[in-house]
C-alpha cells in the first residue's frame, strides 16, 4: 500500500541549503532560505527571547495541556502591537495561537473552507506553501498578477476583486510581501479595503514579518485599514521572524466577526485545532508573551527588531545605490521592504552565480536580503552584473 505513493518534488530551497553547505569556496553567499542574518551572518536568539526563558524555567511550574487555543495570555498580549492602542473593533476579534504562521494561515483557510468558501483569489507570485495549503484543502485558487516591473499590480488586483463570486476569498499579504519584497501603500490599502467592503468579499490577511518593513506600527497600516472597513476578516500572523524563534513555531489566528457569532466559530477553530495539531507548542509563545508582559523585555525586544530592521535598510540602501547591475535595475530594491527581493534573471544566469561566484539563491531569481553583508555586497553586485550583462 504505500508502496504505491508517488515521489513528491524535493523542496527546492531544502535542496540549495545543502548544495550550499557542501561548497568549500570560502567566499560563498548564501542568499536562499529566509531567515534574518546579522552583519557576521548569523541568525542569532534575541537577548529578549533569552531573557524570557530564563524567567520561564524559573517560574513554569507545569507543562501540563493548556488546550487547542494554546497560551491565550499570548495571543492578547499581541493585539495592541497588532492592532493598535485603542482599535475600535476590538471586541469583535478573538484568537488562538497555532504551530507559527504557517498554522495560522491552514487554520484561517480551514475555517474560511468550513464557512462555505469554494475558492481563494491570491496574487502571484507568492509564498509557495499558501497554494500548496489550498490544494491539501481542495479549494480552488484564482491567480492574480502581484507586480511588474517593481511596482504593485493595482489594476490586476482591482480586476480580480471585480471578478470575484460570493463563495470567494481573497488571501492579501500585510506587509513585507513574500517573495517580492513589493507592498501596498496606505492609500493601495484604503482603496482595496473600500472594494472588498462594496464587494463584500472575506479577506485571509497573512501578516507573517510585521516590524521588519518599517516598523511595528507602520507595518500593521495595512490589515488595519482593511479590518476597520470591513465586518468580517481572518489574520494569519507569525511570530517566528519579527522574536527570530522560526523553529519553536510560533503564530496565531486573529477572527474577525460579529461578536454574538464568534463563540461558534472560535469552536469551529478550537475543533480543526484538535484535528491538525490537538495543540500549537508551547514554549515560544509562552516566551513571547513573557517579553510582553514586562516592560524592561519589550523596550529590549523592539531595540532589536530596530537593529535587524535597520540592517536591512541599510543593505536596501547599498543595493539601490548601485543603480544598475548589468540588465538588472537594483534602485527599486531600497524601498521595497522584508527580507526578500526578486532578481529578474534566467535560470541560466541564476546558475552562473552558484557555479562561478558561489552565490546561492532560489531558482525563482528570489534573494535574502539578509544574506548580504557589507562585506560580500559588493561581490553580489559585481557578479551579478557579470552574469546579466
Ligand atoms: N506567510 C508567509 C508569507 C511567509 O513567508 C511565512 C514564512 N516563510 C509564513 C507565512 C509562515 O511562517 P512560520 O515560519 O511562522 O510558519
Known amino acids: 500500500m504505500l508502496a504505491n505513493l508517488p515521489a513528491q518534488p524535493a523542496d527546492a530551497l531544502l535542496a540549495l541549503i545543502k548544495l550550499y553547505a557542501a561548497d568549500e569556496r570560502a567566499d560563498k553567499i548564501d542568499l536562499g532560505v529566509g531567515v534574518y542574518r546579522t552583519g557576521q551572518g548569523e541568525t542569532p536568539v534575541f537577548g529578549a527571547i533569552k531573557g524570557a526563558e530564563k524567567k520561564l524555567l524559573e517560574t513554569q511550574d507545569s507543562k501540563a ?44 483557510v480551514g475555517l474560511a473552507k468550513k464557512a462555505g468558501i469554494q475558492r481563494v483569489i491570491m496574487g502571484t507570485p507568492s ?19 502581484h507586480a511588474s516591473g517593481g511596482v504593485v499590480d493595482m489594476d490586476a488586483l482591482k480586476a480580480a476583486i471585480a471578478a470575484a463570486g460570493p463563495n470567494d476569498a481573497i488571501l492579501l499579504h500585510g506587509c513585507c510581501h513574500n517573495p517580492t519584497g513589493i507592498d501596498y ?33 507602520e507595518d500593521a497600516q495595512g490589515i488595519r485599514i482593511v479590518m476597520n472597513a470591513v465586518p468580517e476578516a481572518l489574520l494569519a500572523y507569525s511570530c517566528d521572524k519579527n522574536f527570530g524563534l522560526y523553529r519553536d513555531r ?25 484535528a491538525n495539531w490537538s495543540m500549537p507548542p ?51 530594491y531600497g524601498t521595497q521592504n522584508g527580507l526578500f527581493a526578486m532578481l529578474p534573471l534566467s535560470k541560466e544566469q541564476i546558475q552562473s552565480l552558484r557555479d562561478d561566484h558561489a552565490i546561492y539563491m532560489a531558482g525563482s531569481g528570489r534573494i535574502n536580503v539578509a544574506g548580504l553583508t557589507m562585506g560580500n555586497i559588493d561581490k553580489f553586485i559585481a557578479a551579478v552584473a557579470e552574469v546579466s550583462a
Do not use: C
Open 185 to 217: 501603500t496606505d492609500a493601495q490599502w484604503e482603496e482595496i479595503a473600500a472594494l472588498l467592503k462594496d464587494k463584500g468579499l472575506l479577506p485571509i490577511l497573512d501578516l507573517a514579518y510585521q516590524g521588519l518593513g518599517y516598523g511595528m506600527e
Open 282 to 332: 508551547d514554549h515560544g509563545a509562552a516566551a513571547v508573551r513573557v517579553i510582553l508582559e514586562d516592560e524592561a523585555l519589550t523596550a529590549q525586544w523592539l531595540d532589536e527588531l530596530d537593529q535587524m530592521r535597520t540592517r536591512m535598510r541599510q543593505v536596501r540602501g547599498r543595493l539601490a545605490a548601485a543603480g544598475t547591475a548589468g540588465s538588472v535595475d537594483m534602485t527599486p
Open 65 to 108: 495541556y493548556l488546550g487547542p487555543e494554546g497560551d491565550m495570555g499570548f495571543v492578547n498580549a499581541l493585539k495592541p502591537f497588532i492592532f493598535g492602542e485603542g482599535f475600535a473593533k476590538i471586541d469583535q476579534i478573538d484568537g488562538m495561537q497555532t504551530p507559527g504562521g504557517t498554522g495560522g494561515v491552514r487554520l484561517a
Open 250 to 274: 510560533v503564530g496565531a489566528i486573529y477572527v474577525m466577526a460579529d461578536k454574538g457569532a464568534m463563540p461558534a466559530i472560535m469552536s469551529n477553530g478550537a475543533s480543526l485545532a484538535r
Open 127 to 145: 509564498w509557495p506553501n499558501h497554494a500548496q495549503i489550498m490544494k491539501d484543502l481542495d479549494l480552488d485558487t484564482v491567480a492574480f498578477n
